[in-house]
């Protein structure tokens, strides 16, 4: 008798325990394909439940760099794209990928590196000009090289400044934001980062701004849907109602109080409905 009543126990155990896992996997489930700034900041961790809760739903996050998470959404295993690549977007949007691309916040890119600041760049004007020095003094780089959308706006500064990296000081990390930040804090070595990366990892880092505030440092995030005229199976509906939730008076209250406790400063400004 002893044993029945232990082995009703067990299974009445093992139901309870597998009950939540079996009602979470009913729930509708939505695939986010978004660059990794979004994550290693905090963000999305920050806005994902308050969407989960109100639609009863399940997000499924993949965060790679930029230009990985738009060709998921162009092989139709993304639901949704949040990206910062505005050339790349309007690309996917004009081969009839992306759809109901939209405007979403913007923060912008810094050029971080060691106190000492071996190539001098610190209160450069522009990034063009500092990475004039950096190339000068053959400092070591650090950079993403992934086809991310900072490792492009990486490669645009070079070009912009009429340079083309190459050699032993120029590192090429292929991988993402976070593991850059912490090879170029390892390696005294400079590097382009997200200031909203800097800031989430910069108690970890001795790596200090040095370079920021030129227009061309700009950094603009757009939503947009996968298209559910080329992929039939995605789940346009709840994408939809994603994007709605960001662009929605509390998703861009979400966004710019996000950081201001923890950091002392917004780490993303909300930007819909206006002009880029």
């Known amino acids: 008798m002893k044993r029945f ?60 760099g930029t230009g990985a998470a738009i060709r998921l959404g162009k092989d139709g295993n993304a639901d949704v794209m949040l990206v910062h690549d505005p050339a790349a977007e309007a690309a996917a949007v004009k081969d009839g990928f992306a759809i109901e691309r939209r405007y979403l916040m913007y923060n912008d890119f810094v050029m971080v590196g060691p106190a000492e600041d ?16 950096i190339f000068a003094a053959q400092a070591t780089f650090v950079s993403r090289a992934d086809q991310s959308g900072t490792h492009r706006k990486e490669l645009r500064l070079w070009e912009g400044a009429g340079l083309a990296p190459g050699g032993g000081w120029y590192k090429q990390a292929g991988t993402g934001m976070e593991t850059v930040l912490r090879i170029a804090n390892e390696k005294r070595a400079y590097c382009l980062t997200d ?9 970890e880092l001795e ?21 559910p005229a080329r992929h039939p199976f995605v789940n346009y509906g709840l994408a939809k109602k994603f994007a709605a939730f960001l662009l929605s008076p509390e998703g861009q209250k979400m966004i710019d109080s996000f950081g201001v406790e923890a950091y002392g400063q917004q780490l993303f400004h909300a930007s819909a409905g206006a002009k880029e």
Do not use: W
């Open 207 to 227: 790596l200090e701004i040095l370079c920021q505030g030129d227009p061309e440092l700009f950094n603009p995030y757009h939503v947009m849907l996968v298209s």
């Open 118 to 133: 071996p190539a001098g760049i610190k209160d450069c004007a522009t990034a063009a000009a500092a990475l004039k020095k």
């Open 195 to 203: 200031r909203a990366s800097y800031l989430a990892h910069r108690k």
């Open 5 to 64: 009543l232990t082995t009703g126990l067990c299974l009445l155990l093992a139901v309870t325990l597998l009950a939540p896992a079996v009602l979470a996997k009913g729930k509708p489930k939505l695939i986010l394909a978004t660059t990794t700034s979004t994550m290693d900041s905090g963000l999305l961790d920050y806005i994902v439940p308050a969407f989960e809760r109100a639609n009863g739903c399940r997000v499924q996050i993949i965060a790679v």
